[in-house]
Nanobody
Framework: VQLQACGGGLVQPGGSLRLSCVAS????????MGWYRQAPGEQRELVAI???????NYAGSVEDRFTISRDNARDTVYLQMNSLKPGDTAVYYC???????????????WGRGTLVTVSS
């Protein structure tokens, strides 16, 4: 199972970026997908997650600016980030909780991360 994220880059404060992450490989079902981020010198933190019924949960610092969505037919999760601030600068990691087989437990998978830099 692989999670491949893209869409990071350099953006000015107040700007927007859209991250996407696609899952590939052999698995039975993707349950929760989402995004975490890690700023330099900080611990990894939750940004937003979305379950298979499209119920969402956001970090308080982003809930009025970011929107998470998913396309189940494409096994893809998106993060639309608006009104970006320098404090949003971090490596953003795609996350997925999957059932590898119908009878297996759920397992957590991580993408390699994509850098978002918010700076003028």
């Amino acid at each position: 199972v692989q999670l491949q994220a893209c869409g990071g880059g350099l953006v000015q404060p107040g700007g927007s970026l859209r991250l996407s992450c696609v899952a590939s490989g052999s698995y039975f079902r993707i349950n929760t997908m989402g995004w975490y981020r890690q700023a330099p010198g900080e611990q990894r933190e939750l940004v937003a997650i979305i379950d298979s019924d499209s119920r969402t949960n956001y970090a308080g610092s982003v809930e009025d600016r970011f929107t998470i969505s998913r396309d189940n037919a494409r096994d893809t999760v998106y993060l639309q980030m608006n009104s970006l601030k320098p404090g949003d600068t971090a490596v953003y990691y795609c996350y997925g909780r999957l059932k590898v087989t119908a009878r297996s437990s759920e397992y957590d998978f991580w993408g390699r991360g994509t850098l978002v830099t918010v700076s003028s």
